[in-house]
């Protein structure tokens, strides 16, 4: 392990759910300080951070489209649902770091945030903001896995990071078959053929073939994402 960060630029994920905590729905406010804290370490060491977040601690498409709604109208619910999630985050990095943070959004609301303009993401990125990446791909039908897979390859990230509530990719839900066990690295080709439940099949493709290298760790592990910025590849699963 070097004292310089392994990687200049990275895109984290966190799902919806990531923000809840233990409330079971919406968004906790010492889960957004605890991972504002966790990004503001790995900024300060120098590296460039950009956020892709889900919204499903508050709605998602699919399933309000089996409670009978139209699916693209819930598609947008869920869309909508991921800028509000983004819209904390930036409140709780400003507030709890002292760093600036700038919500770019893939459908316009400008009211409320920016829109999604990739060189204008990365002049922030450059400038040691951090930038939450909202409303997905900005399009029904997707998720925000896809979009963090999207968003990264298009700032040019060095690594896209999932956040989970486990420490990485098991060969099993390590929840239900006790012997479960974790893979170091995998490839993308092996979890889509083992269907390894990473992360949805579009977003896996968009990252093999553009080589966007993916580590999937747990997000609750104090300290964890500054060691993986920092080259200590025994947190986590790389997908690559
Ligand atoms: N969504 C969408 N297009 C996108 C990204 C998300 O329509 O490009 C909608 C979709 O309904 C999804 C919801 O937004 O269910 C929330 O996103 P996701 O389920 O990916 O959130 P997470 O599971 O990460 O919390």
Redesign the pocket.
């Known amino acids: 392990m070097s004292a310089q960060p392994a990687y200049k630029r990275i895109l984290l994920?966190l799902?919806?759910?990531a923000l809840m905590g233990e409330l079971g729905f919406g968004i906790s406010p010492p889960v957004t300080s605890f991972l504002a804290n966790e990004i503001k370490a790995v900024v300060e060491a120098g590296v460039q951070v950009a956020l892709v977040v889900?919204?499903?601690?508050i709605?998602?498409?699919?399933p309000l489209a089996k409670a009978g709604m139209d699916r693209i109208t819930?598609?947008?619910?869920?869309?909508l649902?991921?800028v509000i999630n983004a819209l904390a985050l930036q409140d709780a990095i400003e507030r709890s770091t002292g760093l600036q943070a700038r919500v770019q959004s893939?459908i316009r609301i400008n009211e409320v945030c920016e829109d999604f303009i990739r060189r204008k993401a990365v002049r922030h990125l450059e400038k040691g903001r951090v930038v939450v990446f909202a409303?997905?791909?900005?399009?029904?039908?997707?998720?925000?896995?896809?979009?963090a897979a999207l968003r990264a390859i298009e700032i040019g990230a060095d690594l896209m990071l999932k956040a989970t509530k486990v420490d990485g990719i098991y060969t099993a839900d390590p929840k239900k078959d006790p012997a479960a066990t974790r893979y170091d690295t995998v490839t993308y080709d092996e979890a889509l053929s083992r269907r390894l439940g990473v992360m949805d099949q579009t977003a896996m493709v968009l990252c093999r073939d553009n080589k966007m290298k993916l580590c999937v760790y747990d997000m609750d592990r104090p300290g964890a994402l500054m060691k993986i910025v920092m080259g200590d590849r025994s947190f986590g699963t790389y997908v690559d």
């Open positions: 994920k799902s919806g759910e889900g919204g499903g601690n709605f998602r498409g699919e819930g598609d947008q619910m869920g869309m649902a991921t893939a409303a997905g791909t900005g399009n029904p039908f997707f998720t925000t896995d896809s979009a």
